[in-house]
């Protein structure tokens, strides 16, 4: 097996100590110093002969007939060595694909002596080219180098990067990028992205550039917590688009791209066992999903069966403990060349994740009331919630390369990925569980297993048709499905005692509430072709143009079902009679069915002047999307269809200052298409209000204009400070209307205008063993959406009066930053990050009613991981999220005393100026583990 | 171009945005087209007798029968009208949608009847709530949509109602899969007339009313709601009288006034005076919710001459938003509330002691130490028995106020009905039905006479002939039935 690159060597042993030392290791002892013997000192840095690039690893050997000591460059290619013994030395620097260099080195007592050395390229290296074919693609540099060249802004996150940060799942990775932030799920991982403020609806999500589809039952967005991390190459955050790139994203576009075929055979191992601290104190409550049915009763029997209660099976809600909750997961890989033509690679992830949070939650009240001020928040009873989930994640990924010849080459990509989650979410309304007590409880108990898959194909071909033509092309099949074959909502009341003294809660009386089965199933389909020409009309000019069609379809079931239980006596769940169902609804506004075709074309110019380098041109974009859904004949809007065509220009330009500073320009036209469901005017029930589509509602709109100052220095250092302005037509928000005169309803409409600016700065700093990333993004958005007042008239009469308010878009956080700390010692084979991300607080959901929006608190999270290089190709790692165990915090901002809290001591409510309403806890979670390479 | 570059970036960001995006808007939506499918409107037909469905309208006649085989519609500008002794037959969970308007126009000697086919009552009090089939839904409700101008009920049977819509989205707005009451009226400037008529059976609010005019008067409801739900649910922007109705075995409230949910119109006023209230309140398993007469969220109104017998609780008004035992309640416009003359009568001291609803945490202290409680109804001088002398020192509303003497009361001052054995046999709540009982005042009974005249019914109604309500004032007797002849008839 030949493992490729190999830059160093490193110790065969395993120290075990050493590592449990570094486990625990802190900021403080990274800058510890070791007290010399000897004061003399070499040191110096290895650089590109050409470039003058730094080189990373290279391998410094000094000897003479008494002593041997060996080095490894840092991050900035210096290297130093303390502490010798004076006398003459022969110096060798090796690095792959360099020319050896050796030379002699006179060390006198007590003197600092600095060598700088500028290794020569093999001679048939010459073409940088197969310089980066040597650098790891996954490693940083690469990702730089490809940030650099890119014509269109781009942020990168390497493999090596993500293998040395605290994440295993896209989700989390992206958060360390510029100017995004995560919606994060019940389990705290993080599933959507908000990137540059603009909500997940502005943005998409492509695996080597190809989009993907969502299993997701509402949106087109894909969730990002179902892809294992380990399967990517690197991570690019696209923040400006070129005219060969599909228009539908205005914050930004998130690209997976996977590790591609090695060019010799290699063999990568990595697994790891982990635990949440949240099960010191909880135990772990599931159930057994075997047997669950993949099919409705619908489905089995025929739309005319009447379904008996015996279809329905309670034992999902017999809830068993797991005792050790401990992750695992595994990740491997193969690949290789099999002939001089034929490569391959192929991956599998599987991770096994046992998540818990807990949440205090203050519900919004239908209405506030207008007395004693106007819009005085009321609460429906505290809920606190416990969510079990196990995750089952599988990722598998395979390339297969074939070169016909220099000119002509395939590749076949298939991508597959399922997400299984069981969860046990226990909800307490009420008094006891957190108050300590007596009164009436509620309790929910809600089964839930969900699989959620993505399976993605793509043929792809690149032919160099005659010199200045080159023509590549792709055909994707694409699949993504979500179905619950488990999602019951068990509930009962609880009449409960708390005994002061003995801190005991009994139950007196519980009485079982009719409760649903509920079955979703969404799929959706992708068939694309794309196909792009390249025509070198002169050196430094390139012509594109080409097209492509999409034909997307979506299928969306939603089934309930509810068993009679009459508030009969509680007891156990197997002992409970269920004589009929009392409700059997198979139809709401998440069923339905969608096609969506697209067809576009483009024609871009690349032109390369001097210190300029310009790309730009159009895309036209041609949007037909149809529904029909469930709706009454009797209704308008039954079935709909809508065809609309963008006109999308956009220009990079690049302008070169000197070798290390660029300045980028652009500008884009981007849209982004309403969901599936925004179309489809019928109501479903949402998390806190029902909801429903708007037949009349109309796609998005934008002008995207960035300006960007680069600066490169180092191997990897580098500084970017930009500044963007987004002028957005008929943004989509949700708003509440009165469908009648007296029910609100959820509603997606688009609101004129609205605008987004911030301005983001990355930069990277290296020094020798340490190093420091960072970025910081401010973001202002303001939009201005109708609002309802409650309050008194002249007359004291109850009123309701419409109002505007003017916020932020939901989700805009207005300052963003990300901090690592890092810290490299090569001679030791340590590699290890402490990383910083907050987020600036932003609405987690409009109120229909002024100044009640729930806000979400300033977060700040703290992760930590290391890696210790335990043989020549084994490294240990371990990893630790949300290290200071930071909560989730909601709060209204208004001064105005909740009500529902007169009566009762409510916890948390400290702040006058604000109300507290939710509270949710995740606490830390631990990773140790092995890579093998 | 190199001039043209540094321009580009002197210009400010925003002004090159603009100018850029001016010329988007010249080039995009060449050909935007959207096409939704238009509602299908099929011309009502004219209601014959025998089996009906889809749009219908005209008149259904006296002593025919007409089998609903799948959901009505009277479409917006037709009209339907009932004439007496008309039946209609249920063959499934079928509703009558209605856009335009209905009149039900039943008799005293020839009712209307809505049932379901074959379907008998059981009314025993032994039968079990899980297997009555008063509580199952058989068949939908009558659903007025926003463009109803008049649903006109008299003298009609409404039975086996309340099957919760399950197909799709229902052809009326305002309505969701789900929902299940057996009247539903939502037109802020429509009227709602129920008289004279019979409400049995149903699984939440028997009538929801989420806005409108409305006068329900003289009508006898049993058995409404299966484990919750109103007999007449008021919700945001409802305007009217209720009064001299019977209800009995309701699983909440009789009548329920709230403010919810109304954006822009009217406050909700509700006046409920000289019903009849009994058996009230037990199919209700949360705490602190469910008697006789509710007030709550933004309600106002008057509370006159109601007789409440054997209730889980008394006229119960919201005060103060606050917890009860971990249940929200939400003030109600305690300012313009008014309320008396109300007759209490229970079998038993636990029902003695929520004649006026107690707050179980008394621990809140409002502004000047003054207690604050969640509910606000206190005895009245004018309230029979009059226990306003009977309280404990430091007595407030939501107070507890039990006291031996108090307790004695346990099954005295019987109204005196001409049949309806006090203290009743079985548990209260047990007969939830009122065949077989007579609900008039006998002679001496301790009530007739002590009712409340001195006060206007709101009559936001039009009044008078076929299509207008019939409208009776407080009565001197306090309960449903006059021992004047006036008041509920049946």
Known sequence: MDAGIKHYKSKSILYLHKFIFYLSFTLISLSAITPSAFSQVLRGKVTDQQTGEPLVDATIILKNNYKKYNSITGLDGSYI?????????????????????????????????????????HTWQLNSVVVTANLSKGSDISARRVERISSNLLNIISARAIDNSPDITVGNVLQRAAGVSLVKNSSGDGEKAIIRGMADRYNYTTINGVKIPSPDDKTR???????????????????????????????????????????????????????????????????????????????????????????????????????????????????????????????????????????????????????????????????????????????????????????????????????DRIEHRNLQQGLSQYLHLSGQDYVYDRSLFQRQIIWSNSLQGKHQIMDKLSVDWSLVYSEAQSKTPVWIDQQYSDIVTYDNSTHNVSSEQKNLQDFPFIFTHSKEIDRSGYLNAHYKLTDRLVFSTGGMYRHKTRDNVYESYQLYAGNQPFTAIQDASFPRLTRVDTTDGLTYTSVENILAYYGELKWRFKKWEVLGGFRVENTHHSYVSELSVYLPGKTGSYNYTDFLPSINIKYKIGDKNDIRASYFGGISRPN??????????????????????????????????????????????????????????????????????????????????????????????????????YTKSSITTSKLIYTKDNNDNYVILNSTQTRPLQGQSDHIANLSLLYKSVRDGIEAEVSWVYTGQRIEIVSPFKDLDYWQKPTSQIDFSVNVKAGERITLFAKVTNLTNNPLVLELHTTANGYYFNNINYPDQTDKNNIIVRHDNFDQTFFIGFRFK | ??????????????????????????????????????????????????????????????????????????????????????????????????????????????????????????????????????????????????????????????????????????????????????????????????????????????????????????????????????????????????????????????????????????????????????????????????????????????????????????????????????????????????YGYTF????????????????????????????????????????????????????????????????????????????????????????????????????????????????????SVPQGGDYGATITSPGADIGAYQSNGSGNQH
């Open chain 1, 676 to 777: 599936y469901f925004e179309y489809i005017p019928v109501n479903f029930s949402g998390n806190y209000f029902d909801q429903r589509g708007n037949p009349s509602i109309k796609h998005v709109q934008s002008a995207n204009s960035d300006l960007r100052y680069e600066h490169y220095y180092g191997v990897e250092d580098y500084f970017m400070g930009g500044v963007f302005y987004k002028h957005i037509i008929n943004p989509i928000e949700f708003t509440f209307r009165s469908q009648t005169t007296s029910q609100f309803v959820l509603e997606p409409e688009n609101f004129g205008n609205a605008t987004n600016y911030g301005a983001e700065l990355v930069f990277t700093k290296h020094f020798r063993n340490f190093g420091i990333k960072g970025n910081y993004s």
């Open chain 2, 344 to 459: 209490n009568y229970s079998d038993s001291v636990s029902g003695i002691n929520q004649f006026y609803p107690v707050t179980p945490d008394t621990s809140a202290v409002g502004v000047g130490g003054v207690p604050m409680s969640g509910l606000w109804a206190s005895p009245q001088a004018s309230d029979i028995p009059d226990l306003v002398s009977m309280m404990p020192s430091g007595y407030y509303p939501g107070a507890p106020y039990t006291s031996s003497a108090i307790n004695a009361l346990a099954g005295q001052n019987n109204p005196k009905f001409v049949n309806f054995p006090l203290p009743e046999a079985a548990t209260p709540g047990s007969i939830a039905y009122a065949t077989g009982y007579d609900f008039h005042l006998a002679s001496g009974s301790p009530a007739i006479g002590k009712g409340f005249t001195g006060f206007q019914p709101i009559a």
């Open chain 2, 1 to 338: 171009m190199e001039q043209s570059k540094k321009g580009g970036l002197r210009m400010n960001l925003r002004s090159f945005t603009l100018l850029l995006m001016a010329s988007i808007l010249m080039f995009s939506c060449k050909k935007t087209s959207t096409e939704l499918q238009a509602p299908y409107v099929a011309g009502g037909t004219t209601v014959q007798p025998g089996n009906i469905s889809g749009s219908i309208k005209g008149t259904m006649e006296s002593n025919q029968t007409y089998n609903v085989t799948s959901d009505v519609i009277i479409n917006a500008g037709d009209s339907l009208i009932i004439q007496p002794g008309a039946k209609i037959v249920f063959q499934g969970t079928y509703n009558f949608f209605i856009k335009g308007s209905l009149f039900s126009l039943g008799s005293s000697s020839l009712p209307v009847i809505f049932t379901f086919n074959n379907q008998q009552k059981m009314d025993n009090p032994a039968e079990p709530v899980a297997s009555d089939p008063a509580y199952v839904g058989l068949w939908g409700g009558l659903w007025a949509d926003t463009s109803c101008n008049n649903l006109v009920i008299k003298w009609t049977h409404i039975d086996f109602a309340g099957a919760p819509i399950s197909a799709a989205q229902p052809p009326i707005a305002g309505a969701s899969t789900g929902d299940s009451y057996n009247i539903f009226f939502q037109n802020p400037h429509g009227n709602f007339i129920l008289e004279d008529s019979w409400l049995y059976g149903g699984t939440d609010d028997a009538i929801r009313l989420k806005s409108g005019h409305f006068s329900v008067m003289r009508n006898t409801f049993e058995k409404g709601g299966g484990t919750g739900g109103d007999q007449f649910n008021v919700k945001g922007g409802g305007i009217g009288d209720c009064a001299y109705n019977l209800f009995i075995g309701c699983a909440t409230n009789g009548p329920k006034a709230s403010d919810k949910g109304q954006p822009g119109s009217q406050q909700t006023n509700c006046n409920f005076y000289n019903n009849t209230i009994v058996n009230s309140g037990y199919r209700m398993v949360e705490l602190g919710r469910g008697g006789s007469i509710n007030y709550e969220e933004g309600a106002k109104g008057m509370a006159y001459n109601n007789l409440v017998v054997n209730c889980r609780f008394g006229l119960r008004i919201v005060g103060a938003t606050q917890s009860y035992l971990g249940n929200a309640l939400v003030v109600a416009d305690t300012a313009h509330i008014k």
């Open chain 1, 221 to 419: 967005s894909v969730p990002l917590d179902i892809f294992p991390a380990d399967l990517l190459q690197r991570l690019e955050v696209v923040k400006s688009l070129t005219p060969s790139m599909e228009g539908d994203a205005i914050g930004g576009v998130t690209n997976m791209v996977l590790k591609e075929a090695p060019a010799h055979l290699t063999f990568t191992l990595n697994g790891s066992l982990g635990y949440s601290n949240f099960f010191n104190n909880h135990t772990f409550s599931t159930f057994e999903n075997s047997g669950a049915p993949w099919q409705t009763p619908y489905e089995i029997h025929g739309s005319g069966y009447a379904p008996q209660p015996s279809d329905f099976n309670v034992k999902y809600l017999k809830y068993k403990t797991v005792k050790y909750p401990v992750n695992a997961f595994i990740n491997g890989g193969i690949g290789g060349r099999i002939t001089k033509n034929f490569g391959f690679l192929a991956a599998v992830s599987y991770q096994r994740i046992y998540k818990g949070s807990s949440s205090l939650f203050y519900p919004p009240s239908g209405q506030p009331q207008p007395i004693p001020t106007a819009n005085t928040p009321v609460f429906s009873p505290l809920e606190y919630r416990t969510y079990n989930n196990l995750q089952s994640r599988l990722g598998n990924h395979l390339v297969l390369n074939y070169d016909f010849n220099e000119h002509n080459k395939i590749i076949f990509y298939t991508a597959f990925f399922q997400l």
């Open chain 1, 81 to 121: 060595f303390k502490n010798i013994e004076a006398g003459t030395y022969s110096e060798a620097i090796q690095y792959v694909g360099y020319d050896e260099q050796r030379m002699t080195v006179n060390m006198e007592k007590d003197r600092a002596v600095r060598n700088d050395i500028r290794l020569k390229p």
